[in-house]
């Protein structure tokens, strides 16, 4: 599906949070794994997810920093292939870098919007399917060990 993503480059905290506004987010920390508003200082592990139904914010956090970026439905930003599929973020057995996930989490639908390319861009969605997306049945969850794998066309 065509979307529009615009790099914002690296941006100081405040306005990695800005950029977010009240969009919920999933982050991971020293505590855990979380989901609710963006918090106020950036988290000790490498990435923070925001969504709305018609926005998704993605970060890579560095120290003190973030280098963001913004997928939307609408323009502004350049236009992209985008492969939408039902996900797991964590693999709860096999990835052992957080505590557990808690119910909330790991109960929870989650969308992968994968951006199509040599270096492919994953963007979350944490409610349920966002309206105006069509989910991809050949894309393989790559996070799930159990997911059957699609040859390309």
């Keep these: 599906m065509l979307m529009h993503l615009t ?3 690296r941006l100081a905290w405040a306005e990695v949070t800005a950029l977010i506004g009240g969009q919920p987010c999933a982050w ?6 979380h989901v609710g508003p963006a918090p106020p200082q950036p988290p000790a592990y490498t990435h923070l997810w ?5 926005r998704w914010v993605r970060v890579r956090i560095d120290g003190q920093t973030g280098i963001a970026g913004v997928l939307s439905l ?4 350049e236009p992209v292939d985008v492969h939408a599929q039902h996900g797991h973020l964590w693999r709860p057995v096999e990835d052992q870098r957080i505590p557990p996930l808690p119910a909330v989490v790991q109960q929870r639908s989650w969308t992968l919007l994968v951006v199509a390319g040599l270096a492919p861009v994953t963007f979350v969605h944490g409610d349920t399917w966002p309206s105006g997306l069509q ?4 894309a393989h969850d790559h996070n799930r060990p159990d997911a059957p794998v699609s040859e390309p066309g």
């Design 7 to 9: 790099p914002c480059g």
């Design 135 to 138: 989910h991809d049945p050949t």
């Design 50 to 54: 925001a969504w709305s139904p018609r």
């Design 74 to 77: 609408d323009p502004p930003g």
């Design 28 to 33: 991971a920390d020293l505590d855990g794994f």
